[in-house]
Each structure stands twice: as structure tokens, then as C-alpha cells.
């Protein structure tokens, strides 16, 4: 039923149809209130059967989903920004260990320095544990890519991580149409593990492997994600089927067809830079949107055939390298080695920095001049980043950047180390 | 679109105003989206919250910037935080206070947004007078579906009565439809006024 309603409201109660059994999570923003709702339901009986677990860290949260896992539960946890990093031991044994676990990810900056906002920092770090990572344009988006998560990650053995951008999805209030128990029960049948802890055929799970099998058991992890290449477009085929609905998938087109420019970009950002499309078409440029929404398997097949018109590739993203440039960028390109494309890579958003329409227009507006050099981090103010160089050439002991920066813009007072 | 910007404080229930404004949106038909400005949300701290209200897609993610209407739950922010920032020049202004524009210094305003779309209305002192305590928003929210016409009242009662349980929606509901008398009897006077 179509509802307005908050994005971590919709998802908890779609995580809820998907029936877990274990939860367990600690609480972190910007992803508590996901938690919290899912804990109110058990206790309220509306999930049932379902053991939710309070637990005292992050660490624990995915060992105790690791556990259940596998003893044969569904096992679902979420989490953000510091709490994933927390974790980051267990989230690489949850995939080491080919244990279906499903996290939302409710995207936020890391620190240092400290700041709750939304980019795509906590995701990319953990870009190479051997998780699925699908992103969310939408609340809609979000709630169903959790059914489709479980799915997912139970055909396979594969645990899936949903990331929706903090904040601005997880807290925004728009419309959500919910599925019913009846359509998730159809589309999500009982978990069937593929390994088990079990007394009666008793195994052992997590043996240590040595030089003369590692490679290969990490290279049929490498496997499995390239078979979710297959299933993640399968499964969501079958759920427009289902419900109607066009949500997951590898990666969503938008104004394609002659574009020479194509802009790239993942997330709830999406919606912004097509509003800001709409308005470079209306002046006659010849400019379309690629969303992607699976980063982990890369899809890197459909990344160039959706780009394979363009000349231009303006790679947005909310994350980067620290030293190098952008993550998704440097797969895009990995994509689109021998063609002709060119690159253009642009770092916005970061710690919560508004990405405005008028920024993306005037950006995109660039982009069809031919004015973009390879890196740009959208609407940087220069003039503080200068100030600060230059105290930091005046004096040796010019104090910690973050607060003389924030002295400089005024947003706190006092005595500075240094002026 | 007419998009909405909710200035107040930690406590306020500036964020519950927003989401109940785009539920009675909703309740209509229409497309909303309600969000904060995930500031640093303690109590007493300005807070910032957004509704968008359309008859399409709402797909921009970007804070409200240029609003059609600011509400202002809290008058001693005005020397605080730069309360008609980007406000649209045919835009609406909503001021939770028992003064008059020119008592708080505002009749600037006057100059710069049409005269009709500036409304005070207290509240605080109809919420006090509801159900005891000073929880401006419900209140506020019925000033402003008199003011713009953007959501009816009985949508906002609806959605009122929806968020807040039993006697407590019952008494805010109230609140709303007392707002929205008070703003209806002000503009009325202005008309006449304006046309004396």
C-alpha cells in the first residue's frame, strides 16, 4: 500500500515481511531509526518468530549475525559510517564465510574529522570484502532491494549490503508503496542454506586455509559475485513481474539514447542530476544519466554498453581516494578501456555538502564546453583551502587543520593555535 | 512545486511539522517530501526542516533553498539565522508571535513580499490555551493551510490526528482549526483594510 512515510520506517517494515529471524545491531546515525523500528516490531509480536539481539559493539553485531547465519538463520544487522569500520573484521569473514547476511548501510562520512553526514566513504571501504553492495535512488528503491537482498544473497551464499545515502533518504518523508506479506512470501521463499551448523551432521565452518588453497576459495568468491552479474538483472526482472515495479537491477539509463555527454553517479543524487539533465536538454544539450546500482559485482559489461554513444563520461561521486581520485571513476574507466571516451571525474557531496541542482547545471553546462579538466571537487572553496596552506607555511606549529578551518569561516570562535 | 522552509528549535516539533504537512499533502492526492536539515538536534538549537509539495515526481534531493512559504516557529531566532534567505518575491511569511511586523523590527518585509502573504499568529498562546503546553506546530500548520491554501484544514486534522494519538491529536487538531480562524479573521481585516 502506497503510504507517506520515513525511508527507515519503509525499510524496517520491509525487512520485517522478508521475516529475519536474528537481528541484531547497535545503534549508530544515521541508521537507528531502522533498528529501533525493527526492535519495536519484535517486541510487539508483529515479527514473529525473531530473536532480537542487543549487543555491545559493531564488532559484535556482525559476529552475532555471522553466528546465526550460520546455524541456518536469516540474519540481518545495519549500520553506518564509523560502526561499519568498527566491524570491518567481521564484515570480511561474513563474506570470507559465503554467509547470506543482509546489512543496510545507511551511507555516512568517516571521520576524522567527526561528521554524521551522508556521503559514500563507509561504502567504499569496504568496496573489496567480498559483499554485494546495491545502492538505493529512492525510499521505494531502498524497501524493495532489501526483498530482492535476501534473496540475492541466500541463492548464492553471498551476504548483500543495501546502501541508502543517510539522511536524505533514511530520514526523508515521501511516498513508499509497501509490499504485503502475501507478495514478499511469493517472491521469498524459506532460506535453504547451503552450509549449516547442525549437531546431527556436524561440520566445521571457517577452517584455516593455507598457500595451497586460498587462491582458489577466494577465487570462487570471485564466482559467485560474477554469477550475481547474472542474477541481480534476473531477479529484478522477476520482481517488476511481481509488483510491477522497476527497482535493482545492474544499472538504470535516463536520457541516453543520443547523449553525447553521459553523467555517472550512484545514489540519491541521481534525482538532482536529472532534474538538472532536464534542464541542459531543454537548452538543447545532448546529455543523459547512467545510475548505477550494483558497485559490487562491478558491472562493467553494461557500464559500456549504457555509455558506448557518448564521448564525454562526467563520473560524480561522493567518495574518493585520498592521494587519487575517484573509486567509481577508476572502475568506469577500467569499463571503458579502448574507446575513445573521455573521463571526467567530479568528487561532491562529501560530509553532507549540499549537491545542488544549480551547481550540476552549471557543472553540466561545462561539461558540453569542454571546460572540465580531469578532477574537479564540486563548489570547493579554494579561498579557505589557501588560508589554511598558507598558516600552515607561516608557522610550524599552525594546529589541527579541521578547527583552524572551521575558526577561519567563523562557525566557531577563541583563541586559535595560530592566526 | 511550492516548497516549504521551518525554522524553530530542538523540541519544537519542527521536523513532526514538516512530515504532518506532507502527509496532509499526501492524504490529497499530491506528491511531498518532508526532511530535516540534520543539524546538530538539540534542544533549543535552530533547526531547519523542508516540505515539498507537487502534482509530479519529487525527485531533487537538495535542501529547499529558494522556499515559497518560511515558517518560523520560534520569533527569537530573527536576529539568529537568516529566516527569509531565498524566499521566492511572491512568497508567504508565517511568524509564530503575538506581535505585529513592525513590533519585531519585520516591516522591511513589507516592502519586499506582498503584503497578503505576511501573517503572525500566536501559536504558542493557542497551544497553551488548547492543551497546556507550548507546542507551537500543529497550530502553526493551520495558520499556514489558511494562509497559502496549499493543504486543506481537514487534511491537517487528519494527518494531526493520525501522528499524534488520542486526546493529544484531539486538542492539536483544535489547535489547527483555532490557527486557521485567527489567520482567516486577519487576512479579512487586511482585505478591508487595503480596501479603505
Redesign the interface.
Known amino acids: 500500500m502506497l503510504q507517506?512515510i520515513?525511508g527507515s520506517r519503509a525499510v524496517a517494515e520491509t525487512v520485517a515481511l522478508c521475516r529475519p529471524e536474528v537481528v541484531c545491531a547497535y545503534p549508530i546515525s544515521?541508521q537507528t531509526h531502522i533498528i529501533e523500528a525493527v526492535g519495536v516490531m519484535v517486541k510487539e509480536g508483529r515479527l514473529s518468530p525473531c530473536e532480537f539481539i542487543n549487543v555491545e559493539s559493531e564488532f559484535a553485531a556482525m559476529s552475532v549475525a555471522i553466528g546465526a547465519s550460520a546455524t541456518g538463520a536469516r540474519a540481518y544487522t545495519a549500520t553506518a559510517s564509523q560502526g561499519l569500520l568498527y566491524m570491518m573484521e567481521a564484515v570480511y569473514n561474513a563474506a570470507g564465510l559465503g554467509l547470506p547476511i543482509v546489512m543496510t548501510l545507511a551511507n555516512r562520512a568517516i571521520g576524522a574529522p567527526i561528521n554524521?553526514?551522508n556521503d559514500h566513504s563507509d561504502a567504499m571501504a569496504v568496496r573489496d570484502s567480498g559483499w554485494i553492495q546495491l545502492f538505493a535512488e529512492t525510499n521505494q528503491e531502498a524497501a524493495d532491494l532489501h526483498v530482492q537482498a535476501f534473496r540475492l544473497a541466500e541463492e548464492l551464499s553471498v551476504p548483500v549490503m543495501v546502501c541508502m545515502?543517510g539522511?536524505?533518504l533514511t530520514?526523508?518523508?515521501?511516498?513508499v508503496d509497501l509490499l504485503d506479506q502475501a507478495s514478499v512470501d511469493r517472491f521469498l521463499p524459506p532460506y535453504e542454506p547451503r552450509q549449516v551448523l547442525d549437531p546431527e551432521h556436524p561440520v566445521s565452518i571457517g577452517a584455516m586455509v593455507g598457500p595451497e588453497a586460498f587462491p582458489e576459495v577466494r577465487y570462487l568468491a570471485h564466482l559467485r559475485q560474477l554469477d550475481a552479474l547474472h542474477r541481480i538483472p534476473a531477479i529484478a526482472e522477476e520482481f517488476l513481474t511481481a509488483t510491477g515495479r522497476q527497482s535493482g537491477g545492474l544499472v538504470h539509463s535516463y536520457r541516453t539514447e543520443d547523449a553525447d555527454t553521459i553523467v555517472v553517479a550512484m545514489g540519491?543524487?541521481l534525482?538532482?542530476i536529472?532534474?538538472a539533465v532536464d534542464i541542459r536538454r531543454e537548452a538543447g544539450e545532448r546529455i543523459g544519466v547512467l545510475g548505477i546500482t550494483s558497485f559490487r559485482p562491478f558491472p562493467a559489461r553494461a557500464v559500456r554498453q549504457a555509455l558506448s554513444g557518448a564521448s564525454q563520461i562526467v563520473v560524480l561521486e561522493k567518495a574518493f581516494s585520498i592521494g587519487h581520485g575517484g573509486v567509481l571513476a577508476t572502475d568506469v574507466a577500467m569499463a571503458l578501456q579502448g574507446t575513445n571516451c573521455i573521463i571526467r571525474e567530479v568528487v561532491a557531496g562529501l560530509g553532507?555538502r549540499?549537491?545542488?541542482?544549480q551547481s550540476l547545471v552549471a557543472l553540466f553546462y561545462k561539461a558540453a564546453q569542454g571546460e572540465l579538466g580531469a578532477l574537479l571537487f564540486l563548489d570547493l572553496d579554494m579561498d579557505v583551502v589557501d588560508r589554511e596552506v598558507e598558516r600552515m607555511k607561516a608557522n610550524r606549529r599552525s594546529g589541527p587543520s579541521a578547527e583552524n578551518v572551521l575558526r577561519d569561516l567563523g562557525v566557531t570562535r577563541g583563541e586559535g593555535a595560530l592566526s | 512545486m511550492f516548497q516549504v522552509r521551518i525554522h524553530g528549535r530542538g523540541g519544537q516539533g519542527v521536523v513532526t511539522a514538516?512530515?504532518i504537512l506532507?502527509?496532509a499533502a499526501?492524504?490529497e492526492g499530491r506528491?511531498?517530501?518532508?526532511?530535516?536539515s540534520?543539524g546538530s538536534e538539540r534542544t533549543g538549537a535552530p533547526v531547519v526542516s523542508f516540505c515539498r509539495i507537487d502534482d509530479r515526481e519529487?525527485?531533487?534531493?537538495?535542501?529547499v533553498?529558494a522556499p515559497d512559504a518560511v515558517i518560523v516557529q520560534d520569533v527569537t531566532l530573527i536576529n539568529q539565522v537568516d529566516l527569509f534567505s531565498g524566499l521566492s518575491p511572491v512568497g508567504y511569511v508565517l511568524i509564530n508571535t503575538s506581535r505585529t511586523f513592525e513590533e519585531l523590527g519585520l516591516a522591511d518585509l513589507f516592502s519586499r513580499f506582498p503584503r497578503p502573504h505576511l501573517v503572525t499568529c500566536p501559536a504558542t498562546e493557542i497551544a497553551l490555551a488548547s492543551f497546556g503546553r507550548p507546542l507551537p506546530n500543529a497550530a502553526l500548520l493551520g495558520a499556514f493551510a489558511a494562509l497559502t491554501r496549499q493543504v486543506t484544514l481537514s487534511a491537517l486534522q487528519t494527518a494531526i490526528r493520525d501522528h499524534f494519538a488520542g486526546a493529544v491529536g484531539e486538542r492539536n487538531a483544535e489547535a489547527a482549526s483555532a490557527a486557521f480562524d485567527t489567520v482567516t479573521i486577519y487576512q479579512e481585516e487586511l482585505a478591508r483594510a487595503a480596501a479603505n
Not at chain 2, 506528491?31 to 530535516?36: D, G, K, L, T, V
Not at chain 2, 519529487?58 to 535542501?63: G, L, S
Open positions: 507517506q520515513e544515521p554524521i553526514w545515502d539522511f536524505i530520514h526523508a518523508v515521501e511516498g540519491s543524487v534525482g538532482t536529472k532534474d553532507g549540499p549537491i545542488t541542482r | 514538516a512530515e506532507s502527509v499526501f492524504d506528491q511531498a517530501q518532508a526532511f530535516p540534520f519529487i525527485r531533487t534531493r537538495e535542501p533553498m
